[in-house]
């Protein structure tokens, strides 16, 4: 039987953006992570450990979120292996010439194969 996690908007503090005043403070940024797999009987990926491997992205300074996603979905796949992955990370109010609500960015991958 397959089975999907997924948790939304888990909130990670760090700098994001190109700009210098981008990086002046740290910002509140959603992570959403999906896990699709295998369930046999229990818990196949424990979410309160998700969130602690996590958590060694908060304070860090990424330029694009596109590099954040992919950081993240590397961690996940090293960390568990078995099924797929998918990030989606969501730079609320980015600055641009419009009023723009938010900007996001999705990967998505299988586990680490191994030999």
Known sequence: MKGRLVLKNIILRLRLGVGTHEKVSSRDVPITAVWTGDVAGGPSIDYADVCEVLKEFNEMEYDYIEDLASDILSLLRREYPDGHWGVTIT????????????????????GIQSG
């Open 91 to 110: 730079k609320p109010f980015p600055p641009v010439s419009l009023k723009l609500e938010s900007v996001s960015f999705t990967v998505e991958g299988g």
